[in-house]
Structures are given as structure tokens and as C-alpha cells.
């Protein structure tokens, strides 16, 4: 029996084994946080299963106060979830497999290039050093800064425990935070909102692009989906900033009840780079006009960078589909960037991700419509949330049903693990024998 587990886990293809890898440590956290020591209280098995999902997703969703429910002990399962979610567990284990025998094997270097989205055939090994060296290095200089804020308030013990909390989940995409109003304390707080904001952006970029700035130092020297993501990271977050500021400036349960232009300014920047996969806030989602909910979806759906913390489709997915739009409205054959031009197997499979993700999303709301019924916008922000591994919500989670629960832990651990991932793993590829003639078809 030993032999034929062992020939069935050897015979994983890497998407399947990386859904397995993360379904396996939500079921392991599950356990960990039904320990009597993890809680304040005891916690039902649909409560541990929601929240150690949505810590192995780096989601940051809840049903119960972190803060306030969970003891140390529970704290501490949340911040390990979190660690092997964010970077892939995966990567933990070709670590112990290049430890004990030395060399990637093919089949594991696949792996890590699943974990990370990495579809070139560079050294991903030294990118998965990169990745665990720059966490490293983040992670440690967020507590450290944090620490100035929260040491003086809460002093030694408690402060650096929240400081490394936060930076941790953070750097992660996580979105957990030990405050139940998450950090609506530090609205206009410059330290707190530019190193949060700092570590998820870093985490989120994708360590691809970490290696290659570090390697080639300059621009022009950037590889293509390098320069795509640096330059549409900045442009969509001062886009986002400055639309939440105008659509929240007249809000008074928000921007407008804000004392200064600091303030503000400081607080739409937060909420403009959060919902890309971080999960905290610094104002009342619930709050925000539905105009303004409704374009933090769109952020969601977008999420971070491939290969990173970060959920959601994708930014460079975005960027793909828009140029290959542009390109099709010129007459262009294919799209053309900073003197490049992109693969046309490169758009199939952004446009294919889009489709599988709003497939995954609208199938999400329908059910939960079913489920919970209450206000659209609502149930249509949590899926959102959900699917992009966000954590950001308008205030319904703890009220879901048990149906609904389950219906976001599944989004949860397919925006993980990706749309395409989990299509690649259910189907059978299968080589076209016979070629048939082109059929005329009428589009648009």
C-alpha cells in the first residue's frame, strides 16, 4: 500500500501536486487550531477550517476576531500558515529535496516554476533562493520599523510580537491583523501606512522581477515583464488613488470625516493599494459608496503580480489582454512594448485565465445569492475578496451561512492555487491526431 502512495505522489504533474500541497496545509491547520491551547474558547471545525484556509491562501477572511479569540499559541499556527502560503509550499519542500540530494530534478524544478508562474527556463533555483533571501531581509526590517510605532505603545514584548504579526502578514498578502478594525487606528499614520503599504507592494510584485532588479540593477536592462510590472504597478496605484479620493472626497463616514489633506491623501493611497491582494484597511469597507466598492472589486480581480504573494489575475495578465486589444484596434498582428513584441501562446493564456477566473467569480456570487440573498453589492464583494485572495469585506463574513463558508473556502483555495492551475490539473491533454478545416464564424 506504502509503494502505491508513494507511486501516486511520484505521478503528481506539479499543478496537481501544488493544489494538493495547499488543500493538505489548510487540512494540517485545521487540526492545529482545534487545539485546546489555540483558543480562547473552543473554536467549531467550520471556524478552524475557514480561518486556516483563508491563512494558507493568504487571504486574511474571518469568522472570528483573531485578535481577541486566538491565544499566542493560535497566533503563532496562523503566522506559520501564512509563511508556507505565501511563498508556496512548494518552494519548503524542493528545499528539503536539494538539501538531502543535492540537485533539482526536472520534475521539482517544474514544480517551483508552477509555484512561482515562472514559465522561462532560467536558473529558478537561484529564484527561489532570491525569494526566501528577500523575505528574509523584509520581513526583518518591517518589524523593525513597526517596532518604532508599536514598542512605545504596547511596550517590548507585545509590541514586537504585533509588529512582526503584521509584517509578516503583510509581506504575505495576508491581511490578518490582531486589531478587529484592522488598522483604522493608523489612518493618517505616515510610519504605519508607508512600511504595510511597502511590504505588501514588495511582496506582491513577484520574485521574478525582485531577481532581476537586483541582477541587472538598471531599466533598460530590465527583462520585458519586468518593466510591464514596474510601470503598471506605479500608473494603476496613482490611477486607483486618485479615484478613490474623488469618488470618497464627499463620503462622510470616510475621506470627509478625515481632519486634514494628509490625512486623506494618506488614507486613499492605503485604500488604493490594499485591495490588490493585501487585506487591510484603514477606513470602513463597508462605508465606501458603492461606486467606490465597486472599482476596489475591479482591484481585487486584478490582484498583484505573477509568481508573487499576491491573488487575483494577475497584473501583468491585465496588461497583456489591454495591449493585445490596443494591438488588434491598430491592425497590429500582435502587441509591441518597450521594443518587444508578446507571444501569441502568452494572450491565449491571459485571455484564458480571465474567462476561467470570471467563470469561477459569477458561479461564487450566483451561489452565494442563493445562499445569503441581502445586498448584491455585499455578496458580490466578498466572492471578489475571495477568489483574489484578498481579504478586504464589507462586513458580512462573520454572518455567513455554513453554505456560504464553504462556497468562499472554495473560492479561497482556487484563487491560490489559480484558475488555470486547477484546469490544467482536471484536464487531459490530448494531441490532435486529425486537422480540420477553418469554419467561418460571426463575433460581436
Not at 67 to 90: D, E, R, S, V
Not at 122 to 145: C, H, K, S
Not at 160 to 182: C, E, K, P, Q
Request: glycine share 12%; charged share 10%; proline share 3%.
Amino acid at each position: 500500500m506504502f509503494q502505491s502512495i508513494k507511486k501516486w505522489i511520484l505521478g503528481l504533474t506539479p499543478p496537481q501536486a501544488l493544489a494538493l500541497s495547499y488543500l493538505g496545509l489548510s487540512l494540517i491547520g485545521t487540526l492545529l487550531l482545534k487545539l485546546p491551547g489555540a483558543s480562547h474558547q473552543p473554536v467549531s471545525w467550520m471556524q478552524a477550517l475557514f480561518t486556516a484556509v483563508s491563512a494558507s491562501t493568504v487571504t486574511g477572511l474571518v469568522v472570528v476576531d483573531t485578535g481577541t479569540y486566538f491565544t499566542l499559541f493560535g497566533h503563532w499556527i496562523l503566522l506559520i500558515l501564512m509563511q508556507c502560503g505565501g511563498l508556496g509550499l512548494m518552494t519548503f519542500g524542493i528545499i528539503v529535496i536539494h538539501l538531502t540530494r543535492g540537485q533539482l530534478a526536472l520534475k521539482h524544478r517544474a514544480a517551483l516554476r508552477e509555484t512561482f508562474n515562472h514559465t522561462g527556463q532560467g536558473d529558478v533555483r537561484r529564484i527561489m533562493l532570491w525569494a526566501i533571501g528577500f523575505t528574509a531581509i523584509m520581513e526583518l526590517l518591517g518589524t523593525v520599523f513597526l517596532a518604532l510605532q508599536w514598542v512605545p505603545e504596547m511596550g517590548w514584548g507585545k509590541g514586537l510580537f504585533y509588529s512582526f504579526f503584521h509584517t509578516l502578514a503583510a509581506f504575505n498578502n495576508a491581511g490578518f491583523a490582531l486589531a478587529a478594525d484592522s488598522l483604522t487606528t493608523y489612518a493618517d499614520n505616515p510610519l504605519v501606512n508607508s512600511v504595510i503599504s511597502l511590504l505588501f507592494i514588495s511582496g506582491g510584485i513577484g520574485f521574478v522581477v525582485i531577481a532581476d532588479i537586483i541582477d541587472n540593477k538598471r531599466f533598460r536592462h530590465f527583462a520585458l515583464h519586468t518593466k510591464l510590472m514596474l510601470v503598471g504597478t506605479l500608473v494603476i496605484n496613482l490611477v486607483a488613488m486618485t479615484v478613490i479620493l474623488v469618488l470618497e472626497y464627499g463620503n462622510p463616514a470616510t475621506l470627509a470625516a478625515l481632519p486634514d489633506w494628509g490625512a486623506k491623501l494618506w488614507t486613499s493611497w492605503f485604500q488604493a493599494v490594499t485591495p490588490r491582494s493585501a487585506g487591510f484597511n484603514t477606513l470602513d469597507t463597508g462605508a465606501l459608496f458603492p461606486s467606490t466598492a465597486f472599482f476596489i472589486m475591479g482591484l481585487m480581480f486584478i490582484g498583484g503580480g505573477s509568481g508573487s504573494t499576491a491573488g487575483g489575475i494577475k497584473l501583468s495578465t491585465f496588461i497583456v489582454v489591454l495591449l493585445a486589444t490596443w494591438a488588434f484596434l491598430r491592425g497590429q498582428e500582435r502587441p509591441v512594448v518597450f521594443g518587444r513584441g508578446i507571444q501569441l501562446d502568452i494572450i491565449r493564456k491571459s485571455l484564458a485565465i480571465i474567462v476561467i477566473s470570471l467563470l469561477c467569480v459569477s458561479t461564487g456570487i450566483f451561489l452565494l445569492t442563493v445562499t445569503e440573498g441581502g445586498n448584491f453589492l455585499d455578496v458580490a464583494f466578498e466572492a471578489v475578496s475571495a477568489a483574489g485572495t484578498v481579504g478586504l469585506s464589507r462586513g458580512i463574513t462573520a454572518d455567513l451561512s455554513v453554505a456560504g463558508q464553504i462556497i468562499i473556502i472554495v473560492l479561497m483555495l482556487i484563487g491560490r492555487v489559480g484558475p488555470l492551475t486547477i484546469a490544467f490539473t482536471l484536464a487531459h491533454t490530448r494531441g490532435e491526431s486529425i486537422q480540420y478545416p477553418a469554419g467561418q464564424m460571426n463575433i460581436g
